[in-house]
């Protein structure tokens, strides 16, 4: 990463919503969203990349994702747009 390169950064992000099938069927995983952000720090593009093997547990993470506001990245001082990976995490042990 050059030196006045700054990544994208969660600013505000919601806890998914453990959709009650997965929860009654036990059903956890980790799901990895690919987001594109734009320069104003808006969610503009989600999709799975690693899913966690139950669609449901994927759509909810989708959903989640959608709803967070990124500060954007920066690559000389101006806001561009850009793309991170966001690890979502389902497990009924936790929280």
């Not at 990463?1 to 806890?15: F, G, N, R, W």
């Not at 093997?53 to 959608?66: F, K, P, Q, W, Y």
Request: proline fraction near 6%.
């Amino acid at each position: 990463m050059v030196e006045d390169e700054v990544k994208a950064t969660p600013l505000s992000q919601p806890k998914p919503f453990y959709p009650r099938i997965a929860r009654q069927r036990g059903w956890q995983g980790v799901v990895v969203v690919r987001v594109g952000i734009d320069e104003a720090g808006q969610t503009c593009h989600v999709a799975v990349r690693d899913s966690s093997g139950h669609a449901v547990l994927d759509e909810a993470a989708l959903e989640t994702v959608r709803q967070w506001r990124f500060s954007p990245a920066r690559q000389g001082g101006r806001a561009v747009a850009s793309a991170i990976d966001v690890p979502i995490r389902f497990s009924l042990t936790e929280g």
